[in-house]
């Protein structure tokens, strides 16, 4: 059975529970707030909440960031289960999961990506989801490079023509012409700086505008009972 599509807790490791207290806080916000978008995910997004880009671009869209630094796609998938999305009924879910899964095969993580899919939509019927690219990491060229940009390209060819699942590409401009990346737009390579941040994410603040004004649209189009 392929470990990244089997819903998983993470273990308690540090004694402070820290991870399923997060989780809680989650479950809570669910009960408390009405947000138009969750962002679900991994540390690419939760450290989109301390940048300026956050700021500026997604709070004044009504988002929630559901995000844990470390989780892979199993543990998203187990969040999921229990009680992440529950209780709330937003307009769209962004789902960024999979870069922490460094010990697994491309193949491997496409189809716990897709696991999360497939519970979001069971979830929330209604949601649009949209599948960011995983980002290229490291300084230099590397395996684990090459193996996000294959999870990418199972991840868009798998989701063609389901209905309301798009993939949205927010990796360019991050690798330089020798193949680098700066600690300007990544400072441990990984994670974004407010300048990477920017730089990636206007695209998909652009797509989320574009979705939500759509369905404002159609709302106002729809005759009145």
């Known amino acids: 059975m392929n470990p990244c599509a089997v819903p998983t807790a993470v273990p308690d490791v540090d004694g402070d529970k820290r991870w399923q207290s997060i989780h809680r806080r989650f479950i809570s916000d669910c009960r408390e707030k009405d947000p138009d978008v969750i962002f679900l995910g991994d540390c690419i997004f939760e450290t989109l909440q301390d940048t300026d880009t956050w700021n500026q671009y997604f709070a004044p869209l009504h988002c929630l960031n559901f995000s844990i630094r470390d989780d892979r796609t199993e543990h998203v998938l187990w969040r999921i289960e229990n009680g992440a999305l529950d209780n709330v009924n937003p307009k769209i879910v962004v789902l960024h999961v999979g870069t922490n899964n460094v010990s697994n095969s491309a193949a491997e993580v496409a189809e716990g990506l897709l696991a999360n899919v497939t519970k979001i939509r069971e979830k929330l019927p209604g949601a649009y989801i949209l599948l960011p690219s995983l980002l290229p990491r490291g300084q230099q060229p590397n395996a684990l490079r090459d193996k996000n940009a294959e999870i990418n390209e199972l991840v868009k ?36 700086t407010n300048t990477g941040a920017k730089k990636i994410l206007e695209p998909l603040h652009d797509l989320l505008s574009q979705i939500l004004n759509e369905n404002e649209l159609e709302r106002d189009l729809t005759p009145s009972e």
């Open 157 to 192: 060819e798998q989701t063609k023509g389901l209905d309301r699942v798009q993939t949205v590409a927010i990796d360019k401009g991050l690798v330089q012409a020798d193949g680098s990346i700066s600690h300007h737009d990544m400072f441990d390579y990984k994670s974004l």
